[in-house]
């Protein structure tokens, strides 16, 4: 991509993109849009005759309307079936005004920073596994990822992607995912976040913070660690980079999508085949893609939950979803990770009789509406975060615990792996 092309791109990512999957923009692979007045743009990958719109409409709320419009006349005329993926609550009723057929295919687990303080019973698992860490020696901290420091470059790196490829080597398709998730690549991060934990010196665990809403937000989209990492390190490393964020003024942060997460319940105009379909993955297809196991882990840290829907023009078929499939990769798996897999899948029977279960969602508060603003480096200014509603926070979805053995807890810490 061209340098000038890619300021762009980033920026649009960065001050219009108003869920954890629009900074997956700058990925590379990915066709883009440019509006012809305001700035903005769409990023959209294509696969034969159609157009996967990963990230929506990267431009200011006035202006929306009229970059849809552009972006349907170019598909139009290139015979694109165009679908956009995790289509917010609030968004619903303006595609629909557009001729979209909208289906949910998932939620999206948030965390309020603004209100969640991580005391009373129901965190406990989470201080839990922060105290083991802590008492094990780990140590938890941010880098900057700059590609310039050669020790970054040299050793740092280096050591990051040992990491990755543990992490991917322990799940059923050995591989990183496409379209849907991002690519790691530690020396080109641009404005995404970075924590790690060592223990000893080395690194065992690392997350990467992808920007929300002009920084407003974050979202916590990668995350690995070794397969012989300290128990719970996982959970500890994400509850110190919350807490820090937390300090930092930072409105919320999300945990990503959980695919086909409540998506049993029929909503206006959607397509039934494909729900269904999702309703049908969740109840059986865990032992290819773990919805339930990552519905557990994510809900540990009790975030509200966003419904995310698919918006397709004219309608969603058989076809596009097929093609998502391919795009996102999820059914092409790694026959011996497979294998592997399915066989601690077999043992692990058992306990995950005792999952979380969802239950109805509760209202939940609409993310902050994306705001032009400069570029500012890696951090933004936290007085900039004032809150400006006094509403009382919504109840978030509350999961008892449950006394844990060390058998028990083990399992849990590796259910991470496979998110």
């Known amino acids: 991509m ?44 294509r696969h034969g005759s159609y157009a996967h719109v990963v990230g929506g409409l990267l431009t200011a709320p006035a202006h929306r309307h009229e970059l849809l419009r552009e972006f349907l006349a170019f598909a139009h005329r290139e015979r694109l079936h165009v679908s956009f993926y995790n289509v917010a609550e609030r968004d619903v009723a303006f595609y629909r005004r557009q001729g979209f057929q909208l289906t949910k295919w998932g939620e999206d687990p948030v965390i309020d920073l603004r209100t969640t303080t991580w005391q009373g019973k129901a965190f406990e698992w989470l201080r839990r596994q922060e105290n083991f860490c802590r008492r094990q020696g780990v140590e938890i901290c941010e880098i900057v990822p700059d590609a310039d420091d050669p020790d970054f470059r040299d050793h740092t790196s280096h050591e990051l992607n040992d990491v990755s490829q543990s992490h991917l080597r322990a799940t059923k398709h050995g591989r990183e995912l496409g379209m849907l998730v991002s690519r790691f690549n530690p020396l080109d991060l641009k404005r995404r976040r970075l ?54 003024g930072i409105e919320g942060v999300s945990l990503c999508l959980i695919p086909c997460l409540r998506c049993e319940t029929p909503t206006e105009g959607d397509s039934a085949l494909v729900r269904r379909g999702l309703s049908f993955w969740w109840r059986h297809g865990n032992w290819l893609f773990d919805m339930r196991g990552i519905y557990h882990y994510k809900s540990r840290f009790r975030p509200e939950f966003r419904p995310m829907y698919v918006a397709a023009s004219p309608r969603i078929t058989f076809g596009s979803m097929r093609s998502c499939l391919r795009k996102w990769e999820v059914c092409r798996p790694n026959p011996a990770a497979l294998m592997r897999s399915m066989g601690q899948w077999l043992q692990k029977l058992a306990p995950r009789r005792s999952l979380a279960a969802p239950t109805t969602p509760t209202p939940t508060r609409p993310r902050p509406e994306p705001q032009t603003v400069s570029q500012r480096g890696l951090r933004i200014d936290p007085a900039s975060t004032v809150r400006t509603s006094a509403a009382p926070a919504p109840q978030r979805e509350m999961i008892a615990p449950r006394e844990a053995s060390p058998v028990r807890a083990a399992i849990e810490s590796s259910w991470s792996v496979e998110a």
């Open 2 to 45: 061209p340098a000038p092309l890619a300021a762009v791109v980033e920026q649009c990512a960065y001050d219009y993109g108003n869920s954890y999957d629009a900074y997956l923009v700058v990925e590379s692979g990915r066709e883009y849009f440019l509006a012809s007045g305001e700035p903005g743009c769409v990023g959209f990958t």
């Open 195 to 248: 924590w790690v934990a060592r223990r000893e010196g080395r690194v065992e665990a690392f997350i990467v913070g992808n920007p929300c809403a002009g920084g407003r937000e974050w979202a916590i989209e990668t995350y690995r660690r070794r397969a012989e990492a300290t128990r719970g390190v996982m959970p500890a490393l994400m509850m110190a980079a919350m807490r820090q964020m937390q300090r930092e």
